[in-house]
């Protein structure tokens, strides 16, 4: 870059930026001089920045605004209490809404579960009848079983007891060749 | 005592909120005013904007300062009624209701007052030529008096993009002031 004297100068003087730092008066004094300079040395620049500076001088004139009515504010207050009690609504419908679904699945949940349980019991119920009558033939069967086998256990107890009960017939025969062992013995000697 | 207020309306208090609205009503109807152009759809669109921040106060960080908040709500307001617009405003100034906007009545220097009322004219036919977004930032800085970091918080744009925006907009009110002044010459 270069001044109209031909210097070169190290600032950008086109740019959006250095633009923009010289509205907002941001320019150091060194800058400020060389952009003085360089707008005497250029048209372009020179009318653009005299009508950025009319543009400015418009733009501090503010568009007057009317004051509100007294009303406004009552009207916007009410608004917002109707909007309010509309939003209290939908959510009390809603949560209505989400619990009912809730307790409806819980609740069909249940009663399938209850359904189950009710169908097991019920057969369990049922099904009593048939374990009760297998149980009163199986003891049926036992007894009339036992009373053949009866005699047969009787005679073996029997049998058992004049074998091993003291002084039974077992022991009198092994007293018996015990004796006669011992008398051979003494014989012998 | 500001945060007071509107902690108490986020909470629900029927006054702090009738407060809040008292208290913003006539500044959020100012940008409205500036950015439309018209007092029945600025009374409307500053009403709308005041509804949805009190119907929304519950998502307002309250340690962060209300005002860029709620002009946020209310220019986005105006942004989108400006662009549902369908039909352009009359270039002689004439708005809806049939009367003249942003004239003064009778006055007791009535040479100075056309005057005042040809810049206002300038002024309005410039900011139509204008974007939306490039128009709140014109309206933000120049006549609410708000700093970048500011208008950057109810744009949602960076500091360097408000300042650009800012620049070309200038940029293009002075090449319509540099045509008329050649066109008037």
């Known amino acids: 870059m270069q001044d109209k004297y031909g210097k070169p100068t190290q600032y950008d003087m086109h740019s959006d930026a250095w633009w923009i730092r010289a509205l907002d008066g941001e320019l150091s004094t060194d800058e400020h001089a ?5 707008l005497d040395g250029c048209d372009e620049c ?3 920045w005299q009508a950025l500076v009319a543009v400015d001088m418009l733009m501090q004139d503010p568009v007057p605004v009317p004051q509100l009515d007294v009303s406004f504010t009552q009207v916007t207050v009410q608004k917002i209490a109707e909007k309010q009690r509309l939003r209290r609504i939908l959510s009390f419908i809603a949560g209505t809404l989400i619990v ?3 307790t409806l699945f819980v609740f069909s949940m249940v009663t399938s579960a209850f359904n189950s349980m009710e169908q097991g019991l019920r057969v369990a119920f049922s099904a009593r009848h048939l374990l009760f009558s297998a149980l009163m033939d199986t003891m049926v069967n036992l007894v009339v079983s036992w009373q053949a086998v009866l005699p047969i256990a009787i005679g ?3 049998i058992a007891f004049a074998l091993l009960v003291p002084n039974g017939i077992l022991a009198a025969v092994l007293y018996t060749r015990r004796r006669r062992r011992a008398a ?3 014989g012998q000697a | 005592m500001e945060s007071e207020f509107i902690r108490l309306a986020q909470s629900g208090n029927q006054d702090a909120v009738n407060t809040l609205v008292e ?21 409307d669109a500053a ?9 929304n106060l519950k998502s307002y960080d309250a340690d962060r300062p209300f005002k860029p908040w709620i002009l946020r709500i ?31 009545g009778n006055s007791p220097n009535p040479e100075a007052e056309v005057i005042k009322d040809q810049r206002h004219e300038e002024i309005r036919q410039m900011l139509e030529t204008l974007a939306p977004i490039d128009r709140t930032v014109v309206t933000l800085f120049y006549w609410e008096g708000m700093a970048y970091t500011e208008i950057g918080e109810v744009t949602g744009l960076s500091v360097s993009a408000v300042k650009s925006r800012l620049f070309r907009a200038r940029r293009t009110m002075a090449e319509l002031l540099v045509q008329e002044e050649s066109y008037a010459g």
């Open chain 1, 46 to 48: 020179r009318i653009q």
């Open chain 1, 184 to 186: 051979v013995a003494a």
């Open chain 1, 156 to 158: 073996g107890a029997l």
């Open chain 1, 100 to 102: 009912s679904l809730v």
């Open chain 2, 74 to 104: 209310a220019s986005n307001e105006c942004i989108d009624r400006i662009r549902r617009r369908k039909e352009a405003l009359s270039l002689d100034g004439m708005g809806e209701d049939g009367a003249w906007e942003w004239q003064v």
């Open chain 2, 47 to 55: 009403q709308e904007a005041i509804i949805k921040a009190v119907m």
């Open chain 1, 34 to 38: 060389q952009w003085e300079i360089h």
């Open chain 2, 23 to 43: 208290t913003y009503q006539q500044m959020v109807f100012a940008v409205c005013y500036r950015m439309l152009n018209q007092r029945t759809e600025a009374e």
